[in-house]
Each structure stands twice: as C-alpha cells, then as structure tokens.
C-alpha cells in the first residue's frame, strides 16, 4: 500500500522536473530539472523492486542493480552538462541556450548561425 | 547457450574501449596510432562476427559470466546487427583516414588537445555503436544508448566555440530527456514481466496500459535522440557546427544507434501489441521530417547547414518501414522488402552523409568559407570530391545504381503490395525535393572561379580518396540486389504479426 503512495510521489517528482525543464531558460535549471527526474524514475524502479519482494527478502534484487547503474550514469550525464556549462560561461562569460538576434547573426563572410 | 564466435561479440566492443584507454595512457601522437590500429583491427572482428552468422542460421549469442537470462546478461548478434556492424565498420574506417588530415598532430608539437579528444571519442562512439547492436536486453541498450550520448555530443564542441557548445549542451539535454524517458519504460516492462531480455520479453508482452505505456515512453524518448520531426530542433546546430569529421561519425552513425533502437523494440519486443495506427503515426511523423528538412533545406545559404537540414529529412526516410512490415505481417506475407528496405535506407544514407560532410569539410578548407552561393572554384579546385558529392547526392535522391535507390524501390514496393500507396507518394516527392538542393549545390561548385582565384589551401589527396570511398560505396550499394544475399533476416525468427 506504501508503494502507491510512493510511485504517486515518483510521478509528481516526474512532472516537476519535466515542467522545470520545459519553462525555465536557464541551463543550470535544466540540468537541476533533469535530475528531479531522474529522481522520480528511479523512485518508480525502487517501487518496482519493493513490490516484488519475496524470499523473505525486503525487495527484488534486480531492480535494485538497475538503479544503482541508473543513479551513476546520471550522475556522470550531470557532470558532463556542467562541464559544459561551465566552459560556455568560461568562453562566453553569461549562460543561455538563447542564440542571438536571427538577423545580426551573419558575418561579412557569411559565417555565424 | 554461448554460440561459438560469441567471443567475437565481447571483443568488438571491448576493442574500441581499450583503445581509448590505451589512447588516453600513451598520449600524443600515439592516440592516432592506436586509434588506425583499431580500425583495422575493428573491421577484421566485425567480419568474422559475419562470416559467423552465415555459416549457422542461429544468431550469435555470448553469454556473461555463463549465466542465461533471466538472471544473466546475453549479447546477441542477429542479421540486422551484423549488417549495422559491418556498414559502421566502414564508414569509420573513412572517416579515420579523412581525419587525419583534420586531427593529425602536426610535426614538432607532442600533444594537441583537439587531436587526443577526437581520437578518444572516435573509438568510444564505435564502442558504442556495437554495443547498441549486440546487446540482448533493454537495460544494456540503455547503458549503450548512454554512452553514445557521451561520446556523441563532446564531438560536436570540438573547436570550443560559443556556439557550437550552445549546441552541445541543447543536444546533450535533449538527449538526456530522451534516455530518462526510455528508462522509465525500462523499468515499467521490468515490473510487469519480470525480465529484460528482448527475445524473452518478445514471448511475455501482451497488449496492456502498461505494455502500450512502456512502448510509448520509450518510442518517445528514442526519437528524442534520433531527431524525428518534431524533436529535431537540437540537430541542424549541433551537426552543422561540428568539424567536419565529426559531424559525419555523428550524422551519419550517431543517430543510427538509436533509430536501430527502435527497430529492435517495435520488431523484436512489441511487434504483438503495436497498433495499426501507431505504425501509421510514426511514419506520419516521418513523412513530415521528410517535408520539412527538406524545404527548409532549400532555404540554406551555408552548405553544412544544407547538409543538417537533408540529414532531418532522411531520418524521416528511416521511420517509412514501420508500417510497411506491420503491413505485410498482417496480411501474413513475409516484411523482408520493408526490414531491408529500412536496412539499405540506413546504411546508404550513412556512408553518403558521411561522404557529403567531409566533401564539406575539404570545400570549406580549399574556400575559406561554405557559403552555397559561392562555391565557384570548388569543382576547378577539388574535381574528385565534388564527384563525390554528386554522387552522394545521387544515393540520397534515389538514383540507380545507388543504395538510396534499391532502398526506396523496395520500400515502395511494400507500400504498394500493403496497398498503403501514399507513403510512395511521400517517398518520391522527399526524392524530388533532395534532387533540387543536391543540383543547386553541385551546380555552383562547378561554376568557373573568379579570375585570378587560388584555394586557400590544397587538401591531400587521401582525404579526397577517403571521401571519394565512402561516396562510391553509397552510389554502389544496389549491386547487393545482385547477391541472393539475405544477411538482414539470418538469425531471425518470423514472428507473425497478430492484429490486436
């Protein structure tokens, strides 16, 4: 029954992240929203294992597998998108996925876009 | 269970990885080295993994640690892998000989940063790519699919440009979005059917608001990393700023990885379940790739660009055999014209797209700029590789004796043999649009230069070779009709598809 309540969880977890991703511009808060998540996906494989707990043991253990290689792989994806981020503020000086004005965009060997 | 030559499997993803290892350890100008060796030594598993599959009519099957599933890990290689293997195999090998023009380190220099990446990812992105193609469960292809992400999107910022890693890191959220989304289905399957093996899911999965949950969710999050319309916002960036030799392993191989995800799911794990009108969805959304990259192709001054843009509209091409199979095993006729239609479609786009962005990438060079309006001189300059382009061209518009062309023509004919006539209709007008941008493009390279002009630079003539290869083996590619060669089926059982 507990279960229920925490796959209600993963999902509300699922649609703030996935609501942070969309709206905000900010690349950081993308990444932040990302693992919000991932949070809520790995919460949903957590009830997964719970609910198929036997063998007097607290939860299957296959699920659990999966998450611990899930949780790393974010976490290495996060480290890449920060790298990232922080060599665009590094080259740029200022954050954002925004390109600048369309029209302004080319040079005068029609290079830019 | 562990067939013999399944070792094979185990090295042709290992190899790549120690290689970027090794690259990484001995450093300099060793990372080229290493890298060259590879390849040859990449190409030669990949044939025998082949030469394998042909002489038994079972897949090849290594099993980890000797466990079977469902408790085990098994990796699989059937007929639709070998071919994705073999046609990567080659379009690498062109692309590390082109490359070493672009990322050798030059004389008198130890180590170049952009050198020792490109080297590095090169190799994981091949690791990758076989691990996507042999893997026998949903949670590997996960970890493959990741990885490609990894090696895919630091080949785009290569140069270190504003833009171009603006364009890293849209395509790295895009992607990242996508493989949440796959996870979850993932995980979803797992809780209802207790395994992750394709070919044990394929007997479980029934049609349930779970199974067409999990389908949808990873569907989804697949074409979010394949650049289906509309998803596609993060390529034309990210391919067009990217190095030339980068930009063909990503356009050309990359997005394979996780089309060839999809074929695997919705042919081997849900062909049961799958709807007539997801099928027809699909392609639906494929046939508008195909409209809008194309004309909006049209529209682009700069030539890689262009060739981004083309890139959208031939990955819709790529989503056209879904219903067709779905089509021919409701009438219950064998879908090998669909299945191998898609393959061809696949690999002739990927050798010619890897042909066209290096051709960019020497135009660029002997130009000093890519603008399509300017291009005189290029074909006084370069003859070979804009040959090439040409002919590259030709296999994407559909020409004979070209790949594109036996492609379409057996894609065509299962349309009309399903009586689904309209996608034939899509298929020849996406073939007319790519013909007019493909004429525009070659008809101002061969305009005469300006009087008194002189390229920028003269490229060696083995990146002219290499492009040159790779452009050849797109325009031949139909001779395969010439073969009884049945390579995409071996290994394959006929499922029979049942309407639900």
Redesign the interface.
Known sequence: MNEMWLGYCAAGLIGIGLYGLIVNPQPLHKILAFNIIGTGVFLVCAVVARRGAALGMGGDPIPQALLITAIVVAFAASAVAVALLVRLFEVEGRTTLDEEDASTRTDRDGRGA | MTTPGGMLLVLAVLVPFVAVMAGLVLGGRNAERVALATVAAGLVIVFEIARSLRASSEPVVYLLGGWAPP?GVALRADGLSVVMMLAVGVVIAGVAVYARGDFGTPTGVRETRASLTFWSLLMAAWGALNLVFVSGDV?TL??AL?LL??AG??LV?LD????T??A???Y??FA??G??VY??G???L??GY?T?DIAMLGERVGASPLTWTAAALMTAGLLAKTALFPLHLWLP?AH?GAPAAASAVLSALVIKGSWFLVVRLWLDVFPGIVTWSATQWLAGLGVAAILVGNIVALRQ??LK?LIAYSTVAQIGYLFLMFPLAAGARAAHVDDTAAVTGGMLQAISHATAKAAMFMAAGLIYSTL??D?VA?LRGAGRALPMTILAFALAGASLIGLPPSGGFLAKWLLISAALSTAQWWWALAMLVGGLLTSVYVFIVVMHAMAPPDVGWAPKRTVPGYQQGAVMALALCSFLLGAVAMFPLDLPRAGRPHVAWVAP
């Open positions: 408790l949670f996960y970890v990741e992400t990894f999107v630091p910022c270190g440009r504003s833009e890693l603006r890293a890191l849209r790295l959220l990242l979005l493989s949440m996870l979850l993932v995980f979803l797992y809780g207790g992750l960036p067009a001054a700069r660009l000093g700029h603008r300017d």
